[in-house]
């Protein structure tokens, strides 16, 4: 099953995160499928990949809490 999730790069206390689609087993910084987003807590900044995570969406991918809450934001989901 794939998820699209939240994965964390950026410095110490300077978090950045990667919305991917990922396999369910994965651990948080496993290989992805593919990157379908940007997300900066800090600057308050998303990008989002909309026809990519349609794609995903479509074919049964399942958000986490976190980024459907980005997706409502931006009217997605």
């Keep these: ?25 994965s651990r948080r910084e496993g290989k992805d499928l593919r990157k379908v987003g940007f997300y900066d807590p800090t600057k308050n900044q998303t990008y989002l990949n909309v026809p990519a995570i349609l794609y995903f969406l479509e074919k049964g991918a399942q ?8 997706l409502k934001t931006a009217e997605l989901y």
């Design 63 to 70: 958000p986490t809490r976190t980024v459907q809450n980005l």
């Design 1 to 25: 099953m794939v998820k699209l999730r939240l994965k964390r790069c950026g410095r110490k206390q300077r978090a950045i995160y990667r919305i991917v689609a990922i396999d369910v087993r």
